[in-house]
């Protein structure tokens, strides 16, 4: 009886060891009576612990939207004992009791999270009629997912970068079934609906997404076709206090962009989109192919140029000129993207160097391109204070002013000298433009009348004759 006792309360090999020291004290014929007793013994613990209270068979799982179905069947066995209860235990978390004296059970476990494996304890507990109080039966173990359900949509949309290839964005996770999202794809659309062909990005791909977790999104992007000159600014980094960042790219320079977020669920469900514009840096823009100027009348000039066609940077267009008799530069600032400009209230018969200069819209500055040429002719005006300075017997000195009008269009001057005496005249021409000359070869005290005129550089322009009269000395 002891040493029964005593291989109760311990484990096989503990039994076995107390086994041996009992047989050392005891005779042989004492000890196979006491081995046969133990044997007896065993045998009955044996028939104990196998015997069956009922058991669960055939455990199943339906997933459900947020829920997940259990169902099984139950075998009873010793009906000593009697089925109170199913105890249930989701997650290894919280339990539930459910009665289901049935042959079938079915019972719903609810409130569980979308797109997730969930696992599942069921263990029948028995009332013990014998012995008083409960008895647990054979536990049974399943796990089953519960059903995709669309995520929200991700907030808090922002541009943290812009550079002349890329922009990256970061936004927080949905706040409805965020463990949902799963895969990541990227459809470069315009505002006009027209969609390229779909790519689904990974880690791998050359696209330059960088995620912080596992989670994914559907980007879309396109140009803001209506607004493809612009302004930008720089958008401080707050650090990254946001669930996910991503680099969207390859992008096209100097454009500015508008970006779908949306979440994607397992089953490809997707949420409504948050969206936000954003634009590419700058590049240094290439400058105008060529230059043209072209005279169109005496006052102006019309320039016309070749813009590159695959450069996106072209934000406005800087066009400068000055005549060769100033160092002043006047600039103006042109948007108009037809390639003409024609620049007014100019000097007439003046050579202008004329340049242009591509901007971006954030400031940078091409090479400049320059050409020159020379406005057209005009009429000059007539000479001011036509006055004979000195009177010798056959000679006589005029002085005049240049024209106020036009004097940049002067080439020389036409001198006329009119002996009214005797009704004979002779002209000259000055081809510099001195303003005093003397008019040798007259005759003594006779009367004149000397005329003079501008004339311009091709001569098909002249003014009017300005006249004084004069009359040489005696002697």
């Known amino acids: 009886v002891h040493l029964i006792l005593a291989i109760e309360g311990h484990s096989q090999q503990a039994a076995t060891l107390i086994l041996k020291e009992q047989l050392h004290k005891i005779s042989l014929g004492e000890a196979v009576i006491c081995t046969m007793k133990i044997f007896l013994y065993l045998a009955a613990v044996a028939l104990c612990s196998a015997q069956d209270f009922g058991h669960i068979e055939n455990l199943q799982v339906t997933s459900g939207d947020g829920s997940i179905t259990l169902e099984w069947d139950f075998v009873a066995g010793d009906p000593t004992y009697k089925l109170h209860k199913y105890t249930i235990l989701t997650d290894n978390d919280f339990s539930t009791d459910l009665r289901c004296p049935a042959a079938h059970c079915t019972t719903i476990i609810d409130y569980l999270d979308a797109c997730k494996e969930h696992t599942f304890d069921v263990t029948p507990v028995f009332d013990d009629t014998v012995n008083g109080g409960s008895v647990n039966g054979d536990t049974s173990s399943i796990s089953g997912f519960t059903n995709d359900l669309p995520p929200s949509s991700p907030s808090n949309l922002r541009v943290l970068s812009e550079d002349d290839s890329g922009t990256t964005l970061q936004w927080d996770a949905p706040t409805k079934n965020p463990i949902c999202v799963q895969s990541y794809k990227r459809r470069p659309q315009t505002l006009t609906g027209t969609t390229s062909n779909t790519d689904k990005l990974t880690d791998k791909h050359t696209g330059k997404v960088r995620w912080m977790t596992s989670h994914s999104y559907s ?30 790219g390859p992008l096209e320079p100097c454009t ?23 634009a590419t840096n700058d590049t240094e823009p290439l400058p105008p192919k060529y230059v043209v100027v072209d005279t169109t009348s005496e006052d102006s000039i019309e320039v016309s140029w070749a813009e590159n066609e695959a450069d996106r940077c072209i934000g406005f267009y800087i066009i400068c000129w000055n005549d060769d008799q100033s160092a002043v530069e006047t600039c103006v600032n042109v948007t108009d993207t037809s390639g003409k400009y024609t620049i007014t209230d100019l000097l007439a018969c003046t050579h202008y160097d004329v340049s242009i200069t591509v901007v971006t819209p954030g400031g940078i500055h091409s090479e400049t391109v320059r050409n020159f040429t020379n406005t057209g002719e005009a009429a000059p005006g007539h000479v001011e204070g036509l006055s004979v300075v000195e009177v010798h017997p056959t000679s006589l000195k005029v002085y005049f002013e240049e024209p106020n009008s036009n004097p940049q269009c002067v080439a020389g001057y036409d001198i006329m000298e009119i002996d009214l005496d005797h009704n004979a005249h002779t002209t000259r021409r000055l081809n510099d433009k001195y303003r005093l000359d003397t008019i040798t070869g007259l005759e003594p005290c006779t009367d004149y009348e000397i005329k003079v005129r501008a004339f311009s550089k091709t001569g098909q322009y002249v003014s009017d004759w300005q006249v004084v009269d004069q009359k040489t000395s005696c002697e």
Request: glycine share 8%.
């Open 219 to 248: 980007i879309t992007y396109g140009e803001v076709e209506s607004r493809r000159r612009f302004s930008y600014h720089q958008v401080e980094d707050f650090g990254d206090d946001y669930d996910h960042h991503a680099n969207i």
């Open 256 to 278: 500015e962009y508008l970006i779908n977020i949306t979440s994607i669920g397992k089953k490809g469900q997707e949420s409504v989109s948050i969206s936000k514009q954003a």
